[in-house]
């Protein structure tokens, strides 16, 4: 059960990327019920709707993160709408198929890509001068532990999230001396959507790679983002938290 931290985010706006869904939706409704104005931006309206159903306050906008255009638009129309944004988390991301390198599509490999790095670079390069303006700014990127460890029959989306943490690191170093701080976060396996796109055998590998022999709850992944996402947060940037039930070597 999450500690409530009354008022930690009265007066933040945030936009969760993915926020409809799983891990961005647990972020969504901590920082809703923390305080903050939540909007959220993915590209499933219907999947927006159902989210707005729980948590009325919502702001959505049906984006898609691959498109930079989109995405322009989307900062355009949420800066308007909540008067500036404060956080940025981004969750929005696809596995592509589990299968080897070599039998990979190259379609599935670009698309993976395009969403899960691409789609990251994206929005951080649309809300980083809007922040820098307002002098003030979290930016959370989720990657994966499978961007640290690379893992078998996944090598689009480890390699897309191991280019998360890079970018992150890059965006840290380059904003270090202002009040906007890029961090990201290495989650193992989590019980969400996502895991209709993934094979069973894929799953099982999964679990089987985490000491705590468990998957990691969303509400365990939320807390840790909501707290780097927070003021409190104040002296660390370029990171990467790991929140893997021990699976982390480094
Ligand atoms: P999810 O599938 O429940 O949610 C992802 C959301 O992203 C969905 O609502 C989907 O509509 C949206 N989305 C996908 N492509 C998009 C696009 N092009 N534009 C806009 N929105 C798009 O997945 P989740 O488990 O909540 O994953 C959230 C994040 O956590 C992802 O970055 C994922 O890679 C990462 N992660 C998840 C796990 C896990 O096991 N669940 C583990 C490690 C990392």
């Known amino acids: 059960m999450p500690m409530n931290f009354a008022g930690r985010f009265a007066g933040r706006s945030a936009v969760i990327t993915g926020g409809a869904s799983g891990i961005g939706l647990a972020v969504a409704q901590r920082i809703s019920e923390e305080g903050g104005r939540v909007s959220v931006w993915d590209r499933d309206p219907a999947q927006i709707e159902q989210a707005k159903a729980l948590l009325p306050e919502l702001h959505g906008v049906t ?79 989720i990657a994966s532990i499978a961007g640290k460890e690379g893992n078998p029959n996944a090598s689009a989306y480890s390699t897309s999230k191991a280019a998360v943490i890079g970018l992150t690191k890059s965006l840290g170093k380059e904003l270090a001396k202002t009040k906007v701080t890029v961090n990201c976060v290495t989650p193992a396996a989590v019980r969400t959507a996502i895991f209709k796109q993934m094979s069973q055998e894929h799953i099982d590998f999964m679990l089987s790679k985490i000491p705590m022999a468990r998957f990691g709850e969303v509400d365990e992944v939320a807390a840790l983002i909501c707290w780097i996402a927070s003021e409190e947060c104040s002296f660390t940037t370029a990171a990467v938290f790991d929140v893997s039930g021990g699976r982390a070597t480094y």
Request: glycine content about 8%.
């Open 63 to 141: 984006v898609d993160v691959a498109d930079a255009a989109s995405v322009d638009g989307a900062a355009r129309s949420t800066i308007d709408a909540l008067g500036g944004v404060d956080i940025l988390v981004t969750s929005a991301a696809i596995t592509g198929p589990n299968m080897t390198t070599w039998a990979y599509p190259a379609e599935d490999w670009q698309r993976v890509i395009d969403i899960n790095i691409n789609g990251v670079f994206h929005c951080n390069k649309a809300l980083v001068p809007h922040m820098l303006e307002r002098n003030y700014g979290r930016i959370v990127n």
